[in-house]
């Protein structure tokens, strides 16, 4: 019964989610906002170019060309 226990415990603590990714994407996002920049879901207008990432998923952090 022991086992049982170490198990669900173990089970649980892997299905958490991990909190510093929250973190880091709402400081990408922040980032991105502070350079008056917006975040493109698939990739950047062509007038637009990258300038870095909005989350860990891999939306782009797009600002218009100068």
């Given at each position: ?34 350079r ?31």
């Amino acid at each position: 019964i022991r086992l049982y226990y170490l198990l669900f415990a173990l089970l649980f603590l892997f299905l958490l989610p991990v909190p510093g990714k929250i973190i880091i994407s709402g400081l990408q996002k922040y980032y991105c906002k502070i350079r008056s920049s917006q975040c493109a879901l698939i990739g950047c207008l062509p007038k637009e170019e990258q300038i870095g990432h909005c989350s860990l998923r891999g939306r782009k952090c797009c600002q218009k060309k100068k």
